[in-house]
């Protein structure tokens, strides 16, 4: 048999009697057992919570399942009743033995999105009224979890949990506290689940999982803060917390999740965080939150922090938008690992990595972040050494300095390519091989044109450019009988001269002498009698009838 002890405050610990009885060992119903009416459990129990269930709160529960006993293999299942409850505080769960309790909501309904109907509001407020399915089972005060979006404008707008605040007919609607500047529209899709429990906390933590609570188990209800500073979810000290179907937090003052100290959030389903009053996820100190699906929006601080150690792994994807921070940060040997990532209207960048930060985006989504728009939305940060990665079309491994940054990426031909830009991220430079006709050329191009600006034929090993060819570097010097001039923009590898008056000897000499004399080429425009020229490493020297005003030409290769 396995005994749960007490902890400090309302500590879920396990017990055994069918829902509306009282507790074997004859504690009344709804009515903490003492530690003398020690009593053994059933194989599997449950009870109700909420008003008219078995017990009023989770915490209420908790005080009548502490110092019970549960046979090897047993599980407490707390089914959350359909409604609004109101905890006293935060709910401490610290039993080794978490793993064979559930908390459980009573009833989710589930519907599709067919469009975004209208909106109005601005940044931090928008309101949606939104094309439904059905609206069936769905009330005022409910909250709906939004995932899977895509179609119209913008769609990953309205991921996430806001609360219904309207309904008529099939429409809803919702309020959102998304900082993104313009609103999504049209025929956004996606799906929509009332989850019609709700567990409210009030000047306290939500849950707080720590000291041996491993595994505690938690299915498909809201977890609802009321913006005072505190957590909504916070697993630590080396503990685990599973979540099965959805678990959606909003509201709390500080990160509505936040897993530290060598701690576990898993989920084989959604983790959905919105309106903190932080981070809207934060993982910290060798702790790890991996799910299938997770989505922080709306949120004041960054939507996915992962700090000192930290591991955030979207298994399947990750949404991460209209945060007022950044989308996704990761310093310290953090991390960020998802397939396919989407990170949109974040007020301060998209993917932002610190100091020995990691973030493997794969398949990025990645828009109007920070008043940047292109697939590369990343504000880069005033330290060097940081790296992103991506993979798939349009993936890319930077390195990042103060002003600029380096890296590699997919193009979309999947070919390889290496990239240079500056933080203004205006144009970039891409050079690297791509695929043609089973070759694989070497070429070039400026992000703002469309053609290569060169290629170097793999089989041929020509070189061909769809650009004019120009050169850079200071001015010669010139001199000669009468004051010849040289042209603006000229050279030392290429130039315009015009001879002075009655000229007969020009002299053009290089700005740094040459290591062997160059090859020249020295062309008069105009038919002179006599016209000849002599190469050294530190002029161009000009022999002619004498003329006035000819223009002559030079184009000049190292060796």
Excluded at 343 to 358: P, R
């Amino acid at each position: 048999m396995k005994r749960l002890l007490v902890g400090t405050v309302a500590t879920l610990a396990l017990a055994g009697a069918a829902h509306g009885q009282g507790m074997s060992g004859g504690c009344a119903t709804g009515q903490p057992c003492s530690t003398s009416s020690l009593s053994v459990s059933p194989q599997n129990v449950g009870y109700t919570v909420g008003s008219g269930g078995a017990f009023p709160t989770v915490t209420a529960a908790i005080a009548a399942l502490n110092n019970q006993v549960l046979q090897p293999g047993g599980h407490v299942t707390l089914t959350l009743l359909d409604g609004v409850i109101n905890e006293p505080g935060a709910i401490f769960a610290s039993s080794s033995f978490g793993k064979q309790i559930n908390i459980v909501g009573q009833h989710a309904y589930t519907t599709s999105v067919s469009s975004i109907q209208s909106s109005s509001g601005a940044t931090g407020s928008w309101s949606y009224v939104l094309n439904l399915t059905s609206t069936s089972n769905m009330a005022v005060g409910d909250y709906l979890t939004i995932y899977g979006v895509s179609g119209g404008m913008n769609p990953s707008y309205i991921a996430g949990v806001w609360p219904i605040t309207a309904i008529s007919g099939n429409q809803v609607t919702v309020a959102t506290t998304s900082r993104s500047a313009t609103a999504a529209s049209g025929v956004v899709t996606g799906t929509a689940v009332d989850m019609k429990s709700i567990l409210k906390f009030a000047g306290s933590d939500g849950f707080e999982i720590w000291n041996g609570g491993t595994a505690l188990n938690l299915t498909n209800f809201n977890v609802v803060g009321d913006g005072t500073p505190h957590y909504g979810l916070t697993p630590q000290d080396v503990d685990r917390l599973y979540i099965s179907g959805i678990l959606s937090v909003s509201g709390f003052g500080l990160s509505n999740i936040f897993v530290i100290h060598n701690t576990e959030l898993n989920s084989d389903g959604y983790i959905v965080s919105s309106s903190s009053g932080g981070s809207g996820i934060e993982v910290s100190i060798g702790s790890e939150l991996d799910a299938f699906h997770i989505i922080s929006t709306g949120n004041a601080g960054a939507g996915i922090k992962s700090q000192t150690g930290g591991l955030v792994l979207g298994i399947t994807d990750l949404v991460s938008s209209g945060n007022l921070g950044q989308g996704v940060y990761t310093d310290g040997n953090g991390k960020m690992v998802s397939p396919t990532t989407t990170v949109t209207a974040n007020g301060s960048g998209g993917l932002i990595t610190g100091t020995a930060g990691l973030i493997v985006p794969g398949t990025l989504t990645s828009s109007n972040n920070n008043g940047v728009t292109d697939a590369y939305s990343w504000t880069v940060p005033n330290f060097a050494g940081n790296v992103a990665i991506m993979s798939g079309t349009g993936a890319q491994f930077d390195l990042h300095g103060t002003t600029s940054y380096i890296g590699s990426f997919l193009d979309s031909d999947n070919e390889a390519r290496s990239v240079y830009r500056s933080q203004n991220y205006t144009n970039k430079w891409e050079c690297g091989h791509k695929g043609t006709g089973g070759g694989y050329n070497y070429s070039c191009k400026n992000s703002g044109l469309s053609a290569d600006a060169f290629v170097i034929d793999a089989a041929t090993n020509r070189f061909t450019h769809d650009a004019d060819v120009g050169t850079a570097g200071g001015a010669p010097t010139v001199a000669g009988t009468g004051a010849p001039t040289i042209a603006s923009g000229s050279t030392d590898t290429a130039g315009e001269v015009t001879a002075g008056v009655s000229a007969t000897s020009i002299v053009i000499t290089f700005t740094a002498a040459k290591i062997n004399a160059p090859f020249c080429t020295v062309t008069n425009q105009s038919q002179l009698t006599s016209f000849a020229y002599a190469i050294s490493t530190t002029a161009i020297t000009v022999a002619q009838t004498a003329n006035t005003g000819n223009k002559i030409d030079y184009h000049c290769v190292q060796h």
